[in-house]
């Protein structure tokens, strides 16, 4: 939402449900390739896990066709088409994402057998949280040496300052912290992060304190006044015209709703033709009211 109000507006402005913090799931069809092989890759690894929590080893063939198989139904469901070259080097691409994952540092215990209580979380599990719905679970919790390390798994690196993204890595804790099952106790937690980046997994963690728990807290109602805000924004404005722009050119180049927006030819321009439509506007109101008063 912050990166760019008008995406978010497009995504959620108008359905009809209750307000989501952390990371909703996704609801919208994948606009590009990119986003349905990263999504697939996500729905692959969840199978991954579960199969391996429930110690059914993957060979390396099923793995290979388990993946084929997903992305050509995820292309037929949405109906898209690549070039044939594409599709191949999207999914060898895949692949090899997938399985240079299980050899991280922080997720290879859970594939070598190495005694670890561990859990696997679907991100849809929502915590309800001093009234809010929260979609900040982790993708996987390992219990080792006294504490549960929860990680968070992004198969695209996310945009965003380090500290927001920190703060929001924290609603992790919030949300274990309301599950049965898990402490409630925020020093039981660690946090760990591996992320997708110039075509590696980086891992790292994230400071824990009370402190930090309350600001990412603060976070989230500060990010549900601004949605209240907005939708209200967009309520007024169904153009959608006036709605602030993405706050940098980089959340444009793999925005899903970049071929109908007008920052499609240079967000620059775009901010700028919309700065003055509205200050024409502004204008011209006055104007008119003393036209016909
Ligand atoms: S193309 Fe850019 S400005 Fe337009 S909705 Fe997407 S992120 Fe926002």
């Not at 728990?213 to 549900?224: K, P, V």
């Amino acid at each position: 939402m912050n990166a760019c109000p008008r995406a978010w507006a497009m995504s959620y402005g108008t359905a009809a449900h209750g307000w989501r913090a952390g990371n909703a799931p996704e609801t919208t069809p994948p606009r590009t390739f990119d986003q349905l092989l990263t999504r697939t890759m996500r729905a692959v690894w969840m199978k991954r896990l579960e199969d391996q929590y429930h110690r059914k080893i993957w060979s390396t063939t099923y793995a290979k066709q388990t993946l084929d198989a997903a992305v050509d139904d995820a292309m037929d469901v949405v109906n898209m088409s690549v070039p044939r070259v594409h599709l191949d080097i999207g999914k060898e691409r895949s692949k090899a994402q997938l399985r240079s994952l299980e050899q991280t540092q922080t997720l290879r215990p859970l594939f070598t057998g190495q005694p670890r209580r561990w859990a696997y979380f679907d991100r849809r599990m929502s915590a309800t949280i001093g009234g809010v719905e929260v979609y900040a679970a982790p993708d996987v919790a390992v219990f080792h040496q006294h504490r549960w390390t929860l990680v968070r798994v992004q198969f695209r690196s996310s945009q965003g300052s380090m500290l927001s993204q920190q703060l929001e890595h924290l609603l992790m804790i919030h949300w274990a912290m309301n599950q049965p099952g898990l402490p409630n106790d925020f020093e039981a937690y660690n946090i760990k992060v591996v992320r997708w980046s110039s075509q590696r997994w980086k891992e790292h963690s994230v400071d824990v304190s009370e402190a930090l728990l309350s600001q990412s807290m603060a976070l989230m109602h500060h990010d549900i006044q601004e949605m209240l805000w907005l939708r209200r924004w967009a309520g007024a404005d169904p153009s959608y015209a006036s709605l602030p722009l993405a706050a940098h050119h980089e959340h444009c180049t793999s925005c899903p709703f970049r071929p109908e927006c007008p920052a499609r030819d240079g967000l620059a321009k775009a901010k700028h033709d919309q700065k003055r439509t509205i200050a024409g506007s502004h204008y011209n109101e006055p104007t008119k009211s003393a036209k016909t008063a």
